[in-house]
């Protein structure tokens, strides 16, 4: 149980173009939703927090109107990369967590986002 | 501010245990958890500490002091797939997750 996935898995696109990634929760609802972000050999970065019909909570020094961040249903939260740079090129992995008392997040298997 | 430490690199003998520290310095203190990470991959999870004292799983054990803000993870029987990079975070008193930059344990045979 508690299966994240995310799509597409890697992605490559060219420079000012946006990309859209999608990260669902599987087999349970989650309320949270989380977008990070892991330059290599770095650790994971919070990006931002996002509630089921809310707007995202985003970190010091995200741009909000940069990564469009929708969750619209319980399973399903989308990050949107718009007017992609060769620096946004990173490992996106998002997190879900249970609705409830649990403080554990269960990751999604993350996409590679590479900008040219 | 908030400050999560862990050695940046550990290397250790195929079938000998190792044990990864992290110190944190944190607003308020909801629980610890480790995370394994390999390369290219999510981070999935190892254990979750929230009191004081030692969690034994299988190969894996999770130690806990909240008053020295100290933890360490111990891996017994290392196998050569345990090389991976092993990351400590701590939920704060906003039940958000600091995360700290990871060990990158290297097993050699």
């Known amino acids: 149980g508690a299966v994240v996935s995310q799509h597409p898995s890697w992605v490559i696109c060219k420079s000012g173009t946006s990309v859209k990634i999608e990260c669902r929760s599987l087999?349970?609802?989650?309320?949270?939703m989380f977008w990070y972000r892991q330059f290599p050999k770095q650790s994971l970065m919070l990006m931002a927090t996002s509630n089921e019909g809310s707007k995202a909570t985003y970190e010091q020094g995200v741009e909000k109107d940069k990564f469009l961040i929708n969750h619209a249903s319980l399973t399903l939260s989308t990050l949107t990369v718009t007017s992609a740079h060769p620096e946004d090129s990173s490992f996106y992995i998002c997190?879900?967590?249970?609705?409830?008392?649990?403080?554990?997040?269960?990751f999604g298997p993350g996409t590679r986002l590479t900008v040219l | 501010g908030q400050n999560i430490d862990q050695p940046t690199e550990m290397t250790a003998t195929e079938g000998a245990i190792v044990q990864i520290n992290c110190t944190y310095q944190t607003s308020g203190f909801n629980g610890l958890f480790w995370y394994q990470q390999h390369a290219g991959e999510a981070p999935t999870f190892l254990s979750y500490?929230?009191l004081d004292g030692l969690e034994e799983k299988g190969r894996f054990s999770s130690f806990l002091s909240r008053s020295k803000g100290y933890s360490y993870l111990l891996l017994k029987e290392l196998q050569m797939k345990d090389s991976a990079s092993y990351l400590c975070?701590?939920?704060?008193?906003?039940?958000?997750?600091?995360w700290g930059a990871g060990t990158k344990l290297i097993i050699k045979p």
């Open positions: 997190s879900a967590k249970l609705a409830g008392e649990s403080a554990e997040q269960f």
């Open positions: 087999d349970f609802q989650a309320t949270t």
């Open positions: 500490n929230v």
């Open positions: 975070a701590v939920l704060d008193s906003n039940y958000q997750l600091i």
